[in-house]
DNA sequence: TACTACCCTACCAAAATAGTAGACTTTATC
DNA sequence: GATAAAGTCTACTATTTTGGTAGGGTAGTA
């Protein structure tokens, strides 16, 4: 399941797909529209300034926006980054991978039926943008 | 991510499966085998036969052993009822469905996505049962 | 230079996860 | 029927993760 700070994430990210190229939003604001804890929301929003995915205005008139085209932000890289590994398995995961504890992967009938799992959901995460998140 | 937990249990069920109608199996073996923690293999396999997938016979020559048979268990099955929901939010689990709270499902961009990553995973883990996982 | 708004570190509480303890019950077999 | 084997059950504890808060620092703008 994603984390309720993931879904924040998607809420914020959304908010900011609308915003786009109309000028920074405030981090006050985001949180009422959406109804985010601003502390919380503060710390998200610069972890995805410090990955790239956002920018922000300093001092008055200042605020967050989208550093890139939300039409380029794929939503499988806002999951990792805020929510972590998309397998159901580290040893299946491509970005977070960790060796199985007591289990041969090349004879591991679970190991290759959640890679077939990760396959089939990346192919939807990895397609889709912040973009087709508007409606 | 799978839990610990839901590891064991696939590593249990996987060895049960390998001895389907061979007997009882005693739980320290399969301990000893998989490498489980001992008392916490016996809450999983408990669990297990609580919920109608295992059998066991107590005393002298007793154990553990698969209920059915091992093709028509399905790994869906196992992954909701040891690790809980399949889908990545609550608002689109067929099994363990919770409204949004501030979210309009009807226009929710995220809830569309992550039913068509639900039904991808479903569609794999609906579709393969124990008898797979042992190759 | 004063105000605004993001930046940063640290902390705290609650919940979930992982694992343990120990007493109890049932059953096979001698 | 005694005994030992083996699962059953309740409860507890430790650790980690998650969700959220506090408050001062820093930079930009008017």
Redesign the pocket.
Known sequence: ML????Q?AFKALTYLTEHYKKG?????EIARKKK?????L??I??EL??AGILD?????????YLKQDPAKIKVATIVRLI??PIAMLPCVSLYFYERCKNCDEKSCGLHDLMIDVRDATLEILEGRTLKDLVV
């Open positions: 984390s309720a700070k993931s924040y920074p939003v405030l981090i006050s985010i804890p601003l502390k919380f503060e710390n929003l610069l300034k410090k922000s205005k300093k001092g008055k008139g200042g605020g967050y929510n972590g």
